[in-house]
């Protein structure tokens, strides 16, 4: 592979552009009607597409993904070295606080907030000895 996407599938993509580039600090890399994209890094791109498009493509087969708005659906686990200021920027831009900056059982201090669809971000603090 030499590149990764994750598309979540959002309500109003203007809204989710707007508050994707708000906390990540980024300017997205595609942003047409139906798409929008976000380098993460060289080889990771978040795309961010609206759910009445990706119905055309998914229903009748699978459920109308607007069914599940606001369910966790899905984890964005982000290692960054100021997680607690991306969470307090989320927070400010409408995130809802799941769990607070802590160090999991796993050794990563990471806390979570929940985008305005649902999804679950998690911020957790770059160490010295990550591998990634």
């Known amino acids: 592979m030499k590149t990764v996407e994750f598309i979540l599938y959002v309500s109003d993509q203007v809204r989710s552009?707007?508050?994707?580039?708000?906390?990540?600090?980024?300017?997205?890399?595609?942003n047409v009607p139906g798409m929008t994209e976000f380098h993460l890094s060289k080889t990771v791109k978040l795309g961010l597409m609206p759910?009445?498009?990706?119905?055309n493509i998914l229903c009748p087969t699978m459920p109308h993904p607007k069914i599940a708005n606001g369910i966790p659906r899905c984890e964005i686990y982000l290692k960054v070295t100021n997680p607690a200021d991306y969470l307090e920027r989320?927070?400010?831009?409408g995130a809802?606080?799941?769990?607070?900056?802590?160090?999991?059982?796993?050794?990563?201090?990471?806390?979570?907030?929940?985008?305005?669809?649902?999804?679950i971000i998690a911020f957790?603090?770059?160490?010295i000895n990550s591998k990634l």
Not at 96 to 119: C, M
């Open 90 to 93: 989320g927070i400010q831009l």
């Open 17 to 30: 552009t707007k508050f994707y580039g708000k906390l990540l600090d980024l300017t997205p890399t595609l």
């Open 51 to 55: 759910e009445s498009g990706i119905s």
């Open 96 to 119: 809802k606080n799941i769990s607070e900056f802590q160090t999991r059982d796993w050794g990563d201090p990471v806390g979570y907030i929940a985008d305005l669809d649902g999804h």
């Open 124 to 127: 957790a603090k770059t160490t």
